[in-house]
């Protein structure tokens, strides 16, 4: 299996990987077997054998899964120092996350003249981010003490824009448990979680791609022939 994957362009990693989760036999082989035995191709022991081999590799695959782990390593991610020493005391927003969305409110809240503080625990987002001039941090929105080194005491608002579900729900839980005087917008993921967050109580949530889509959704109807009054009309009931 592994040469296989090799000979079809596959990379080392990939290729043992492949090798150590597909090696056991097939059920299928269980009707193979029997077959042969009920044309006499070779005996029933022979088969209660191959039987027994195929059940047995089966049995053994989560071994071979396992194995993976002492042939394959994973690349860890890379970590910066956390460092606050120079944070603006008293911005007016504290962003957590600079996803697609945080860019867009990010450059939004800079041209209208506030100030705003970003920590990201993506090293290379954060180059990326410092070479514009935007004032970010590495570090993890999940710990208290990442958020008040951060200045979120001093933040007028917290904007929570992560990109997983699970990281956003576990911050707003930690902002609302340690810091409940903070004022919460927060991006949503799906319309369940939209529900989710309202049920928390934050003070504003979105889901990146509602507006968006009622925006592609306005415009497709007027090109299909609607009126842009009729449009708006629509877009405005479905929001």
């Known amino acids: 299996i592994y040469i296989l994957c090799r000979a079809f362009g596959n990379g080392h990693l990939l290729s043992i990987r492949t090798s150590l989760f597909l090696p056991q036999a097939g059920e299928f082989g269980f009707v193979m077997f029997s077959a042969a035995t009920s044309l006499a191709i070779f005996e029933t022991s022979i088969a209660s054998l191959l039987i027994a081999i195929v059940t047995a590799s089966m049995a053994l695959t989560p071994l071979s899964v396992g194995l993976s782990s002492f042939f394959v390593s994973e690349d860890k991610a890379e970590e910066l120092d956390e460092d606050f020493a120079d944070v603006q005391e008293g911005a007016d927003v504290l962003m957590i996350g600079f996803s697609r969305l945080g860019q867009i409110v990010a450059q939004m809240l800079l041209a209208g003249g506030n100030s705003v503080t970003v920590i990201d625990n993506s090293a290379e987002r954060v180059r990326s981010a ?28 917290v904007a929570i824009v992560t990109q997983r579900r699970f990281i956003t729900s576990r911050v707003v839980d930690l902002v609302q448990r340690e810091f409940p005087e903070s004022r919460l ?55």
Do not use: M, P
């Not at 004032?135 to 001093?154: C, M, P, Q, S």
């Not at 592609?216 to 007027?222: H, M, P, S, V, W």
């Open 130 to 157: 410092q070479k514009f001039g935007f004032r970010i941090y590495f570090g993890d929105g999940t710990r208290k003490e990442v958020l008040e080194a951060a200045g979120i005491r001093n933040a007028k608002i």
């Open 185 to 239: 917008f927060v991006r949503a993921y799906d319309r369940a979680h939209t529900l989710e967050l309202r049920a928390k109580g934050v003070d504003f949530e979105v889901r990146e791609t509602f507006e968006s889509g009622l925006k592609f959704g306005q415009q497709t109807l007027e090109a299909l022939g609607a009126s842009e009054a009729l449009a708006k009309t629509i877009r405005n009931d479905v929001r």
